[in-house]
């Protein structure tokens, strides 16, 4: 028997507030990773139904850019992607939606009052 044993149920006492402790810190972690997951999903689910788009107006509006790579079914594909990527999000809680307007609104006003008038494009 441990020096750190209960006499009566022989149970670890000494280790048993390191592990609760420890289990706490875990356990706090790993729900805000989920937390941080499913605020993250959405925004950035959003940002591939924009690339599909672009993909798909670039390719008939500038078709003369150069292509690294060739994309079979061409409006098909990225239009699957879209629907897909929709209907997916559609899903999200509704907490997840405000967050996500807030944050947006936060990067509108931040590159609308600072940005804009500190852009170096601006100058010409």
Request: glycine share 8%.
């Amino acid at each position: 028997m441990s020096s750190g044993a209960s006499p009566s149920t022989r149970s670890p006492t000494s280790r048993a507030p390191i592990s609760t402790v420890g289990g706490i810190i875990g356990a706090g972690i790993f729900a805000l990773a989920g937390a941080v997951a499913n605020e993250t999903a959405g925004p950035a689910v959003l940002a591939f139904v924009v690339v599909c788009i672009a993909i798909i107006v670039l390719r008939y509006r500038r078709p003369d850019i150069p292509r690294t790579f060739r994309l079979p079914l061409m409006p098909v594909i990225p239009a699957i992607g879209v629907i897909f990527s929709i209907w997916l999000i559609t899903f999200l809680d509704p907490v997840t939606w405000l967050r996500f307007a807030a944050w947006f609104l936060l990067g509108l006003l931040l590159y609308w009052f600072y940005g804009r008038h500190h852009s170096q494009l601006n100058d010409r």
